[in-house]
């Protein structure tokens, strides 16, 4: 099983960026997916996840701004963050485990690191 994220990036406070998700070896559309984040000196939160009905679940803090979405023809989730904030800048880790199984026993990617500064 591969789960690789890119989109990271430095951005502008205010401004935008899409993360993806790729994940292969799996019949993905049956999978939940979710975003993580560990911002430095900080445990790692749920950012937001997709289950394979597309029902979606934010943390408090993303609601508003960001949007997660699925493509299961491409085997692909995105992450559309708009508005961002400093207090948004970590590493973004994408997980994918089947229902009812906990993240800590899912798929993880390697990280993409998004940095929100002037």
């Known amino acids: 099983v591969q789960v690789v994220e890119s989109g990271g990036g430095l951005v502008q406070p205010g401004g935008s960026l899409r993360l993806s998700c790729a994940v292969s070896?799996?019949?993905?559309?049956?999978?939940?997916v979710g975003w993580y984040r560990r911002a430095p000196g900080k445990q790692r939160e749920l950012v937001a996840d997709i289950s394979r009905s597309r029902n979606t679940n934010y943390a408090d803090s993303v609601k508003g701004r960001f949007t997660i979405s699925r493509d299961n023809d491409q085997n692909t989730v995105h992450l559309q963050m708009n508005s961002l904030r400093p207090e948004d800048t970590a590493v973004y880790y994408c997980n994918t485990r089947p229902r009812g199984v906990s993240s800590d026993r899912g798929y993880w990617g390697q990280g993409t690191q998004v940095t929100v500064s002037s």
């Open positions: 070896g799996l019949t993905f559309s049956i999978y939940t």
